[in-house]
């Protein structure tokens, strides 16, 4: 699934990703520019982030969880 971030910068908007998913633990995802910030626990099977171009904030509290 790749980040877009079309309707806002949380992660857990289905709109901000290609796929119209907010992804899971069997999600590969690439946020290849724009800010990412989760606000609750989030998972994915993995993650690549553009870092001339992107950003990902885990919000106080919460975590993401990669599992490769």
């Given at each position: 699934?790749?980040?877009?971030?079309?309707?806002d910068?949380t992660?857990?908007?289905?709109?901000?990703?290609?796929?119209?998913?907010?992804?899971?633990?069997?999600?590969?995802?690439?946020?290849?520019?724009?800010n990412a910030?989760?606000?609750?626990?989030?998972?994915?099977?993995s993650i690549?982030?553009?870092?001339n171009?992107?950003?990902?904030?885990?919000?106080?509290?919460?975590?993401?969880?990669?599992?490769?």
């Amino acid at each position: 699934s790749i980040w877009n971030g079309n309707v806002d910068n949380t992660w857990e908007n289905a709109g901000n990703w290609s796929c119209n998913i907010v992804p899971d633990r069997y999600t590969d995802v690439v946020i290849p520019s724009g800010n990412a910030t989760i606000n609750s626990n989030a998972e994915c099977r993995s993650i690549r982030v553009n870092v001339n171009a992107a950003q990902v904030t885990v919000g106080t509290g919460h975590n993401l969880l990669v599992a490769h």
